[in-house]
C-alpha cells in the first residue's frame, strides 16, 4: 500500500489511492472518532458506485455511518478480511483496513478530492 | 439488597434437570389428537426443565437485579418515570377485563367500550381536540399512526406533500417515522436554547411539506414560546403542525396543546398517564385530533348509540388498523384508573410539581452541573458536568455510573444530541423534597468523588451485580441466546 | 392523586428555586394560554369509589362460554407466571438502558430470546414486538430490505389483520404488490407457487393458518429459494409444542403472537411479538436485542446490542421507527415455557388439537352442519351452519355461549360458516354445552 500523504481525502473522511484500480478506505482521524467498529457491510464486486452517494455502511457499538463513494466507478474487489474482523478498521484503517477497489469511471474526479495537506488542514478546522 | 456476592448467573437452562417439570396439562381431550406424524416437529425444543420452586427462585433472584421505580428514584429525562399506582395494576386484573376476547360481540364487550369511550372523551378535554385513536401500542407507533393520517388527509385532499420538517433537538423517533414512511425528513437547526427559530423554519416549509413535527416542552426542558407564530406559519404553508406529546406531563391540566394551534399530537399513557414501563413496554399510545382529521383515525373508534356502546367502522376514509384488534387495552384501563384518581384541578398540579420538582433539581445543582438553559425549565432540565469536572476528563456517563453505585438511576444521558454531555433530568411530580434533596446530595459527592479521584469514578460502577461491560464484544461476536 | 408535595414543601423549594412564585417559572408560556377551563369531574374519586367504578364496568362486560380464537386464545394463566410479572423490579422498570443495573431485565429478555429461538428453531430472535401483526409485517418489510425486491406473495390463509397491518406499513409507497396463493381445500395450493413467487420478495405463511389448518410446509422453503425468494412463517407458538418448528422447514424469518404463551385476552392488548429469523439476518431484526458479554472483570453480564440501527441513533436511516418492546409480556412467555418445559408445551398442544378435534366430530355431526374443510387442524376450524352464522351466534349468546367468529365477513367465499376454536381450558362437558347451544340455536 502507497502512503497516506499519497493518497486523496474527502470531507466525509474517506481516503483513496488513485489508479486504474483505486483503492478506498476511511481515514485515522474517521476510525478514531467512531471508536470501535463492530460490524462493517461493503458494496458487491461488480457493483457501480456514484461520486458522494453511500456505498458501504460501518458500525461502532453506538452509531451507524455510512461510507461515500469517493468517486464514481465499478467496485472490483472488496477486503472480506475487515468484515470477519472490524477491528483492523481500527488498528489498521490506512492499510489493512481498506475496504473496496473500484475502476474510476471518470478519473478525473479524484483529481478534486483534498491532498494529504489539505485534508490535514481541513480536520484542524473542523475541530474548532 | 442487591450485592454481587449473592449473584448467582446462571441462565435458567444451566439449571434444567431432565424430567424436571413445573407444570402440567392434564387435560383427557389430549387424547384425541389426531396430527399426522408427517408435520410434527422433529426434536423437541431446547427449553429448561425445571419445578415451579426453581422457576420462582430463579426469576425472583433476577428482578432483584434491577434498579426500578418502586426500589429507586429513577430520574430518566423524557421517560417520565412516576409512581405506577397499585390501584391501576388491580383494575386491569379485573376478569370482567382481562379475561375479554377481542373478538367478543359488541353485547358482551359494554363495560370495556364504555370506559374506552369515557376515556377518549376526557383525553380531548385534556388536550383540547375534537377526536382520538387509542390503538397504538408506543409512542413511536403513534407517530406512525399521525402520519398515516396526515398523509391520507393530503391524498384526500388530492395534494402532495412528501415533506417532513423536523427539529434538530427532536426525539430520534420523529425522523425515524418520516423515514419509515417514505417521507423526505428536512432538519432544522434549532437556536441554542433548543428553541424553533420561526424565520428559519419559514425557509423551509412550502407547498411540498406536509407536516412540522414539534416537541412541547422541546427536548431541552423549555417551552416552545413562538408556538402561535409557527402554528400560523404552518397553517399558512397548508401544512399540518404534529405535538409529540412525550412531554405532556409538564401541560396537563395547564394548557391545553389544542390551543396552542397543533392539529395532532399523541400521548404515552406509560408517561403521563402513569402505567408501569415494565423493562421497556407494554406501552400505549393514543393519537388525538382536530376534527378535519378525524375522519382518517384508525379503525374501529367506539361511539354510543341509543344508550349502546359500538364498535364504529368509520368509512372508505379510514387509514385502517395499525394493529390487530383495539389497541393495549389492558393498558388503557390502567389509565383511565389514574384518570378516575384526579380531578379537573388536580390534573393541573401534576403539571405544577413536575415542573417545581425539575426547578429545583437543577437550582441545587447549578454550581457543580450547570443548566444548559440559561432560564427556567419545564418538567425537565439538561444540565452538563461542569468544568473542572471535563477538565479532569470526566464525563456524562462516569457520573452516570456513579449515580448507580449511589442508589440511584441515572438521569437520560447524551440526549438531546444537540447538547455536548446531555445530563437530562426528569424527576416527575411524584417523587418528595426529601428524595431530590438525597438525589442532589449524591449528585455532588459523584462531583467530589470524581473531582478527588477521577479514575475512580471511570472504573464505577464499584457496588452492583457487574461493572462496566463489554459491549464491543457483545457487538462483534453477538452471543444472543442459550 | 399521587403528589407528595404540601404546601409549604412547594412555598419552600419556590423560594430555593429563587421564583416569587410558581407562575414566575411558566413565564415561557403565554399567559393566554395557561389554566384553560377543563370540562372535567371537579371531584376525584377515592380509591374505594374508583374500586365501585371499575368493578361495575368490569361487570358490564359478560363472559359467555368462549369459543373464539382467530389469532387470540384463551390460555389459563398460571400463579406463578402472575407472581413473577407483579415483581415491582419488573414491573416498574424501564428500558435497560443502564446494564449494570438492569441485568435482572436483560437476562429476562436473553432467556427469552433463547425461549422463542428454540421453539421456532431458529438461529436467533429479538426482545420482541408489538404483537403477532407487527412482528409478521417486520418480517415482510425485512425480505424487502434484503431482497430489494417488492413483490409480497402471501397465502390466503394468513390472519387478514396481519395483511391490513402489513399493507397500513406500506402504505406511504405504491410500489408495492401483494399476490395471494389461491386457497385449496383451506390450505395453500403449493402447485401456483414457482409461477407466483417469480421476482417476489418473499413468500408469507401462517401455520396453522388463519381457518385452522397445519400447512403442509414439505418444499416450500426450496421452491422459495428457487425463486429468489425468502420465507416467511407465522405460527402460533403452542402449536409447535408439537407441530414442525419454521427452522425444520427453512423459513428465514419466523414470527407469532406469543398471547397464546399464557397472556390475558385483555380485549387485544398489551400482546406479545414473536420475531426470529437465520443468522445471515441478523442485523434486519428491528427493535431491541439483548446479547451476553463479560464484565471488565471477566464475570458473565448482558447489554442491549446490535444497538446502532436503532432509531435513537441512526435516526432516518433506523431499519424501523419501534422502539419500545413488550418486555414484561415477554416476561410473562419465558415463565411460562420455563414452567412447562417441552414435555408441558406438547402437553398443552395435544390438549389444544385433541380438544378442537373432539368439537369437530360433535359439531359436524349436527343436523346442517359439517366441517368446510378435511385436512388437519390445530385447534380451530371452519364449521358450516344452516342459515346465517351472525343470527346463531347471537341466539346462542344469548344462552351464554360464544359458539365462535361467523366467517362472512373475511372470507364471503366460504358461505355461512363459523370459525371454532377450543383450547386446552375446554372439557368435554363445555364442548358439549357448545353442541345444545347450537343446536338449540339452530
Known sequence: MPKPEEARYTKTHEWIHLGAEASVGISDHAQHEMGDVVFVELPKVGQKLEKEKPCAVVESVKSAFDIYSPVSGEVTAINDAVTGEPALLNQSPLDNGWLFKMKPSNPAEGETLMNWAAYQDFVKQAAH | MTCAATLDNRLSIEKSDPGRRGLWCKNPLRAKANVPANLRRKSPPRLPELSEFDVIRHFTRLSRLNFSVDTHFYPLGSCTMKYNPRFNEEAAALEGFAALHPLAHDTCAQGTLELIHDLSARLCELCGLDAITLQPAAGAHSEFTGLLLAKAYFENKGETRNEIVVPDSAHGTNPATASMMGFNTV????????????????????????????????????????????????????????????????????????????????????????????????????????????????????????????????????IGKVKAFFGNTGVLVRAYAYMLAHSAKEFGEIAVCSIINANYVAALLKEMYPSYSKEYCMHECVLTPGPDMLAKGLKTLDVAKGLLDRGFHAPTIYFPLIVHEAIMIEPTETESKDTLDEFVAAMKSVHDAGIADPQSLKDAPHTMPVKRLDEVQAARQPNLHW | MYIPHTKSDKEEMLKTIGAASFEELVKQVPSKF????????????????????????????????????????????????????????????????????????????????????????????????????????????????????????????????????????????????????????????????????????????QTPNFLGLIEDMGGVAETAKKAGALLVAAADPVSLGILAAPGEYGADFAVGEGQSLGLPLAYGGPYLGLFSCKKEHVRQMPGRIAGLTKDKDGKRGFVLTLQAREQHIRRDKAASNICSNEALCALAATVYSSLYGPEGLKELAESNAGAAAFAAERLSAIKGCSLKFKGPFFNEFVLSVPGSAAKLREKALARGVDIGLPLVPLFPELGETLLVCATETKTEADILKLETAIKEAI
Open chain 2, 187 to 318: 432538519n432544522i437547526t434549532s437556536k441554542p436554547d433548543g428553541r424553533l427559530d420561526v424565520e428559519e423554519l419559514k425557509k423551509h416549509i412550502g407547498p411540498k411539506t406536509a407536516v412540522l413535527m414539534l416537541t412541547v416542552p422541546n427536548t431541552v426542558g423549555i417551552f416552545e414560546t413562538n408556538i402561535e407564530a409557527i402554528a400560523k406559519a404552518v397553517h399558512e404553508a397548508g401544512a399540518l403542525l404534529y405535538m409529540d406529546g412525550a412531554n405532556f406531563n409538564a401541560l396537563i391540566g395547564m394548557v391545553k396543546p389544542g390551543d396552542l394551534g397543533i392539529d395532532m399530537m399523541h400521548l404515552n399513557f406509560h408517561k403521563t398517564f402513569s402505567t408501569p414501563h415494565g423493562g421497556g413496554g407494554p406501552g400505549a399510545g393514543a393519537i388525538v385530533c382536530r376534527k378535519h382529521l378525524a375522519p382518517f383515525l384508525p379503525v374501529p373508534t367506539v361511539k354510543k348509540e341509543g344508550g349502546k356502546f359500538v364498535s364504529d367502522f368509520g368509512d372508505a376514509r379510514s
Open chain 3, 34 to 205: 395557561l389554566w384553560p377551563k377543563l370540562n372535567l369531574p371537579a371531584e376525584s374519586l377515592d380509591e374505594s369509589q374508583a374500586a365501585a367504578r371499575m368493578a361495575g364496568l368490569a361487570g358490564k362486560n359478560c363472559r359467555p362460554l368462549s369459543f373464539l380464537g382467530a389469532g387470540a386464545y384463551e390460555r389459563y394463566t398460571p400463579a406463578a407466571v402472575k407472581a413473577i410479572t407483579s415483581r415491582t423490579e419488573f414491573l416498574t422498570a424501564y428500558t435497560p438502558y443502564q446494564p449494570e443495573a438492569s441485568q435482572g431485565t436483560l437476562q429476562a429478555i436473553y432467556e427469552f430470546q433463547s425461549t422463542v429461538s428454540a421453539l421456532y428453531g431458529m438461529d436467533c430472535a429479538n426482545a420482541s414486538m408489538y404483537d403477532g401483526a407487527s412482528s409478521f409485517a417486520e418480517a415482510v418489510r425485512a425480505t424487502v430490505r434484503v431482497t430489494g425486491r417488492k413483490k409480497i406473495v402471501y397465502s390466503a390463509g394468513v390472519n387478514p389483520q396481519y395483511m391490513d397491518t402489513l399493507k397500513t406499513y406500506f402504505a406511504h409507497s405504491a410500489d408495492y404488490t401483494y399476490v395471494k396463493v389461491p386457497m385449496k381445500d383451506g390450505a395453500m395450493d403449493k402447485a401456483a407457487l414457482p409461477a407466483l413467487l417469480e421476482g417476489a420478495a418473499c413468500l408469507a405463511v
